[in-house]
Antibody, heavy 121, light 109 residues
Framework: EVKLVESGGAVARPGGSLRLACAAS????????MNWVRQAPGKGLEWVSL????????YYADSVRGRFTVSRDNGENSLHLQMNALRPEDTALYYCVRGYCSDLQCYFDKWGQGTLVTVSS | EIVLTQSPGTLSLSPGERATLTCRASESVSSGNFAWLQQKPGQPPSLLIFATSTRATGIPDRFSGSGSGTEFTLTISRLEPEDFAVYYCQQYGDSPTITFGQGTRLDIK
């Protein structure tokens, strides 16, 4: 069974930092790209970041580029999101999401339960 | 960035009725990279349909997806009580740029 379990969510001050983690199991982790997607309370979904299967290529939404850094450890089957210079608008439930891509199609096929980040003074 | 606009924002129907949800893109989307997600209260989203029209594992055949280019549709042929949820469309573009629609809430009438 595929499992994605996020951790590290907490209350942080504006300008502060947090590091989120996602523990993956039940599949060959390094066969897949991985993503972070967030959802502000009562709002819709916003893609945050993607890391390729090998970890060498990363992509970010404009809203977080330069402040957040995604990384992965394929030996530990884990995904991380280092969040710096946090802003109140970063307050959200952060989901770890598996991405599947073939030559013809790409989609997000497995989601974790999420970890809550609250940025408030 | 491709903007996805879903309509209606809220749809109120009764069990047994047919639901039609629409997602319009600001520019053409590859059919292989278009998906629908379902989110029930207190749960993460889950994949419903990928590549425009392919049902994910375990999704009943009352759910169907169609469309191309800039207009896509999710149809639920006969609503069951467990189908009342929020539905999001998603596109996975080049670069990549990944965007979601704002969601359609499907409520019990």
């Amino acid at each position: 069974e595929v499992k994605l379990v996020e951790s590290g969510g907490a209350v942080a001050r504006p300008g502060g930092s947090l590091r989120l983690a996602c523990a993956a199991s039940g599949f060959k982790f390094d066969d897949y790209s991985m993503n972070w997607v967030r959802q502000a309370p009562g709002k819709g979904l916003e893609w945050v970041s993607l890391v390729s299967w090998h970890g060498a290529t990363t992509y970010y939404a404009d809203s977080v580029r330069g402040r957040f850094t995604v990384s992965r450890d394929n030996g530990e089957n884990s995904l991380h999101l280092q969040m710096n210079a946090l802003r109140p608008e970063d307050t959200a439930l952060y989901y770890c999401v598996r991405g599947y891509c073939s030559d013809l199609q790409c989609y997000f096929d497995k989601w974790g339960q999420g970890t809550l980040v609250t940025v408030s003074s | 960035e491709i903007v996805l606009t879903q309509s209606p924002g809220t749809l109120s129907l009764s069990p047994g009725e047919r639901a039609t949800l629409t997602c319009r893109a600001s520019e053409s989307v590859s059919s292989g990279n278009f998906a629908w997600l379902q989110q029930k209260p207190g749960q993460p989203p889950s994949l419903l349909i990928f590549a425009t029209s392919t049902r994910a594992t375990g999704i009943p055949d009352r759910f169907s997806g169609s469309g191309s280019g800039t207009e896509f549709t999710l149809t639920i042929s006969r609503l069951e009580p467990e189908d009342f949820a929020v539905y999001y469309c998603q596109q996975y573009g080049d670069s990549p740029t990944i965007t979601f629609g704002q969601g359609t809430r499907l409520d019990i009438k």
